[in-house]
């Protein structure tokens, strides 16, 4: 069953994951696309390598237009612990994404792992 209105943005329930593992694979064949929906300073102390950051609070039409995503190709929400990127998945999906996905168990578990991260 769909969620609607405010109830799109809790962060709970279950959306379409990705693992860790899958999305390395991804990202070195240039197949995805990753927004981060932590604050910018958390975006800034450590993110995916490529991943563009907006907050899930300025979360709209027109911030997710201006990133000028392609429709055609994945698009991996992620947060610190999967929480955010719930509800950010649910508005890409309203927005017309197919092929949306937030990374498994978040930041944490690609840190965990030790996976590429950049940094400012």
């Known amino acids: 069953m769909a969620l609607s209105g405010w109830l799109k943005w809790l962060p709970f ?10 999305l390395q694979t991804w990202l070195t064949q240039s197949a995805v696309q990753i927004i981060d ?5 958390e975006w800034r102390r450590s ?6 950051n907006l907050p899930i609070t300025q979360f709209s039409q027109a911030n997710i ?6 429709r055609d190709a994945p698009v991996v929400a992620i947060c610190l612990s999967a929480h955010r990127s719930i509800p950010a998945v649910r508005q890409l999906q ?13 930041m944490r578990q690609w840190w965990q792992l030790r996976m590429p991260c950049e940094q400012d």
């Open 37 to 41: 929906v932590r604050t910018e300073e």
């Open 47 to 52: 993110r995916i390598p490529g991943a563009l």
């Open 65 to 70: 237009d201006a990133l000028q995503l392609r």
């Open 94 to 106: 309203a927005m017309g994404f197919a092929q949306v996905y937030q990374l498994q168990q978040g």
């Open 13 to 22: 329930g279950k959306v379409p994951e990705i693992a860790p593992q899958k």
